[in-house]
């Protein structure tokens, strides 16, 4: 019968008792010699050790940081543990200084080694009232971990009986930023026979000399993006990432005695920002200086774009009439094209200034923390605050934000998480409340109105996310594992390539999908030919006109609201573009005629059924392909559609009971 061998890899930084934990196993039984192929001499340590018939062959690999700085430790490390492949890496860290030995942890899981940490110097950690859960800690790296003293034999037994267990590597390596794991993807379907190690090498030391142009010419593109994106070299964007990755495991695995202070300022700013009690009214107060900041700023902009607008139809209408042009033809270009797409491209500017500032806090480390802050509310629907991250892109575009949850651990959370996101309110739907929150209410209160826009789509996310869970999706939550990278000022330039990114695919999308839109409008406004424009006679007004009861509990039984919210479903932008080509007016026009069909309260009820009612075809698509079911689509849009007539009606018909109406 032959021997059992395992060979036991000991990994670490400089003096975190590595070594004197290899002297305790071997019981100093072990040769030094030189690792091979290097002129510079460092040793190498071996030793045997046998534990229940099994002989433990153990490697002291050279103490190092890291794996990612090209150093000869480091070198030889790698070297090692990818050629050699020995069945059973010990991670050895000092739960005293945790941050800082999680950062090559975090590299030997992404190296795909099969791992176990053994976390030793509890005692200096107890003594400055750092308290580590172990278990949430194994949970959050994927990996066992071991508690052990190396200078005796305190949890000895328990690390052999790891070792003995030949753990296998773990399959959940560190997610980064969205928009780093965007371009890996990408990289890996050019790559696909590259690791995703090897890969992160790639993007921070280049591209080796025998692959093909264009993955290396995919490969610098992607690192001089970065560069511009994060304002510093690729190795600091990974390095940033990963500890703000340590940071998020810290948060939810380890805590201080009330009477120990927080190391660093991004940790001093937490003790606020993240409190139990603060960190939710400031998150509140944020969100609404924003929301009155985009009102203020945006509105002489809102008001230069619509004048052009109304300039050039004036222009255009007087040129017609001179050439002589059929009524139809005017009609065409004067109520279809220029007011349809003016009355949508009228608030670029108000989106602009919204993608700006929601790139400030973003880059500045602060939506990491609103992660956290939701967390405490997300666990009572069987979700962890990491569920929260695409519903927090949802404030951009609920299509990356449904196809973000591929990062859920289980599939009960990917699949309640992708039907409560879309209730977040897309930059999409800001063009409806810009529309009518500005002619409707004094400016005082316009980015209150705003907030209670986007806090009632968190609400209702909520109350709905409950509902589900008690019903069609009991469950306990995952352990919760977030990036909170440190704070750090946004650079100008990466928040302006973000900002301007959105705000051109607002401009594509009006383009590609609103110009069609509001072409198809103004032809069913116009048919048949004769009648007039937009009338009940027309086809547009037949069907409005048939639709139009549903909505009339709702305060906004109109045909034109009714056409809007069916033309909503292709993109919610067209909602504003077919009031501006039904009514054919410009945006000021437009402001006096809603004045007309609408007040306050059903103005503020119709932006609430836009907020909540499905959302466009193309995201209603990625539900679709996320969970390859039909089943799962249609009742999705079947309970937003559902969901939001309620709530709708319960503000307006309480609003009417209260006197508002």
């Not at 048939?546 to 609201?561: C, K, R």
Request: aromatic share 10%.
């Amino acid at each position: 019968m032959s021997e059992k061998r395992i060979i036991v890899a000991l990994a670490g930084n400089p003096n975190c008792g590595k070594t004197t934990l290899f002297n305790n196993l071997t019981g100093m039984r072990h040769h030094v010699g030189n690792w091979p192929g290097k002129t510079v001499t460092i040793e190498r340590k071996e030793g045997k050790a046998t534990y229940e018939g099994t002989t433990l062959e153990i490697v002291d690999l050279p103490g190092t940081y890291s794996l990612s700085s090209r150093s000869l430790e480091e070198e030889i490390t790698v070297e090692y543990l990818l050629h050699e492949k020995p069945d059973v890496v010990v991670n050895i860290v000092d739960a005293a200084h945790l941050e800082r030995n999680l950062y090559l942890t975090l590299q030997l899981i992404e190296l795909g080694v099969p791992l176990i940490l053994a976390l030793n110097m509890n005692r200096y950690a107890d003594a400055e009232g750092i308290i580590i859960d172990t278990k949430k800690l194994s949970a959050s790296l994927g990996v066992s971990v071991v508690r052990i003293e190396a200078i005796d034999d305190t949890g000895k037994d328990q690390l052999i009986q790891e070792v003995l267990k030949k753990p296998a590597a773990t399959t959940n390596p560190p997610h980064y930023s969205n928009e780093i794991e965007q371009h890996l993807a990408e990289l890996l379907k050019i790559l696909p026979e590259v690791s995703r190690w090897d890969l992160i090498q790639y993007l921070i030391h280049g591209a080796p000399e025998n692959f093909s142009e264009e993955a290396r010419a995919e490969i610098e593109k992607t690192r001089k993006h970065l560069e511009e994106i994060f304002g510093t070299t690729p190795q600091e964007v990974f390095a940033d990432q990963r500890y703000g990755y340590i940071a998020g495991i810290l948060h939810e695995s380890v805590n201080l005695h009330a009477d120990s202070g927080g190391k660093n300022q991004s940790e001093r700013i937490d003790r606020f920002v993240t409190n139990k009690w603060l960190g939710f009214p400031i998150f509140l107060v944020v969100m609404y200086a924003v929301f009155q900041i985009v009102f203020m700023l945006g509105a002489p902009f809102m008001d230069m774009i619509d004048t052009i607008f109304g300039t050039i139809s004036e222009m255009a209408g007087d040129a017609l009439a001179a050439s002589g042009a059929p009524a139809w033809v005017s009609s065409f270009v004067c109520d279809g094209v220029i007011s349809g797409v003016g009355s949508v491209v009228i608030f670029l500017p108000n989106i602009i200034l919204l993608f700006i500032l929601l790139a400030i806090l973003e880059d500045s480390g602060y939506l990491a923390r609103v992660a956290v802050i939701m967390d405490r509310i997300m666990h009572r629907l069987g979700l962890h605050g990491k569920s929260f991250i695409p519903m927090m892109l949802g404030f951009g575009c609920g299509v990356p934000a449904i196809m973000a949850t591929r990062t859920m651990e289980t599939e009960r959370e990917r699949l309640l998480t992708i039907l409560l996101t879309p209730f977040m309110s897309c930059s999409a739907r800001l063009p409806v409340y810009l529309l009518l929150v500005g002619i409707f209410f004094v400016p005082q209160v316009q980015g209150l109105v705003m907030f209670s826009l986007y806090l009632l789509g968190i609400l209702v996310a909520l109350i709905v996310g409950l509902l589900l869970r008690k019903t069609l999706f009991k469950g306990e939550s995952s352990a919760f594992v977030l990036e909170m990278p440190p704070y750090r000022i946004p650079t100008i330039k990466g928040v302006l390539i973000h900002s301007f990114e959105h705000a051109g695919m607002f401009l594509k999308k009006a383009g590609v999908i609103i110009f069609p839109a509001v072409l198809l409008m103004w032809l069913l406004a116009s048919l048949p030919f004769g009648v007039e424009y937009g009338s009940s006679e027309s086809v547009i007004g037949m069907i409005g006109s048939a639709i139009a009861p549903i909505f009339a509990p709702l305060g906004f039984g109109i045909p034109e609201a009714a056409i809007a919210i069916i033309m909503g479903l292709i993109a919610k932008e067209v909602v504003v573009a077919t009031f501006g080509t039904l009514f054919g007016v410009g945006e000021e026009a437009l402001g006096d005629v809603l004045m007309n069909v609408f007040t306050p309260l059903s103005a503020y009820s119709f932006m609430v059924f836009i907020l909540l009612y499905m959302p466009c075809l193309a995201a209603m698509l990625t539900v679709k392909q996320e969970t390859n079911s039909w089943k799962i689509t249609v009742g999705a849009a079947v309970m937003m559609c559902v969901v939001a007539w309620i709530v709708s009606f319960i503000i307006y018909q309480g609003g009417v009971l209260l006197g508002f109406g």
